[in-house]
């Protein structure tokens, strides 16, 4: 299993720039969500998704869009970047299995809004 | 929507001493309480959790508290080590299942000293 992967590992935009934020998992998980961590804070929720079809809006979800249309894949769009949206981003996949909750992360999207 | 707390924000313990981390959420609903330890420069794993059903929980070296009436739980770490430095954080999920909406707090950066 690869687990959670993100792609791209860095990405540097410029202010006005749109791009999509790509988060795939091989662990058929239910739950995926994706945070925003910007340095020395804690990780706030941007958007979460229950299952393939369902999503919605967690504590900064301005700016950002996300859509669920496969189980493994939960893509996050920045529409319009600004330099507020500069922070690194970490999905995570999440699922709760004979009572016991797992929880992976991504490695991380670095970016820089210019 | 819920609000995490988490004191103290930095602690600094000797090694083998015990380390107590303490969090309070605002939401009565939330009904399950996941820890993380974060490393300098690395993804947040998930390293303990507790249901609003149970009042403590054991693994190894750590422990996890949860006080429902009072609406804080906290994490205890026995014999500290060197490896146990990094930033813990605490955080309530507010859904109908684990991992519908997990909000975290902001952090404490535990620092052991050989």
């Known amino acids: 299993n690869a687990g959670v992967t993100q792609t791209p590992k860095f990405q540097v935009l410029k202010t006005g720039q749109s791009m999509t934020l790509q988060c795939a998992q091989d662990?058929?998980?239910?739950?995926m969500s994706w945070y925003r961590q910007d340095p020395g804070m804690g990780l706030r929720l941007i958007h979460y998704?229950?299952?393939?079809?369902?999503?919605d809006q967690g504590e900064v979800p301005n700016g950002y869009n996300v859509s669920r249309s496969t189980t493994e894949d939960f893509p996050l769009r920045l529409l319009s970047a600004a330099p507020s949206q500069t922070s690194v981003y970490f999905c995570?996949?999440?699922?709760?299995?004979?009572?016991?909750?797992?929880?992976?992360f991504g490695p991380g999207t670095r970016l820089l809004v210019l | 929507g819920e609000n995490v707390e988490q004191h103290p924000s930095t602690l600094s313990v000797q090694e083998g001493d015990s380390a107590v981390i303490k969090c309070t959420y605002s939401?009565?609903?939330?009904?399950?309480f996941p820890w993380y330890k974060q490393e300098l420069g690395k993804r947040p794993q998930l390293i303990i959790d507790?249901?609003?059903?149970?009042g403590e929980k054991k693994d190894q070296r750590i422990a996890v508290t949860l006080n429902k009436t009072a609406k804080h739980f906290s994490l205890h770490i026995t014999e500290t080590q060197p490896e146990d430095s990094a930033v813990y954080f605490c955080?309530?999920?507010?859904?109908?299942?684990?991992?519908?909406?997990?909000?975290f707090g902001p952090g404490t950066s535990l620092s052991v000293i050989p």
């Open positions: 955080a309530a999920s507010e859904g109908k299942t684990s991992y519908d909406k997990v909000i």
């Open positions: 507790i249901r609003s059903n149970v």
């Open positions: 998704s229950v299952g393939a079809g369902i999503t």
């Open positions: 995570a996949s999440s699922d709760t299995r004979d009572y016991q909750e797992t929880q992976y």
């Open positions: 939401d009565s609903a939330s009904n399950y």
């Open positions: 662990m058929n998980h239910e739950y």
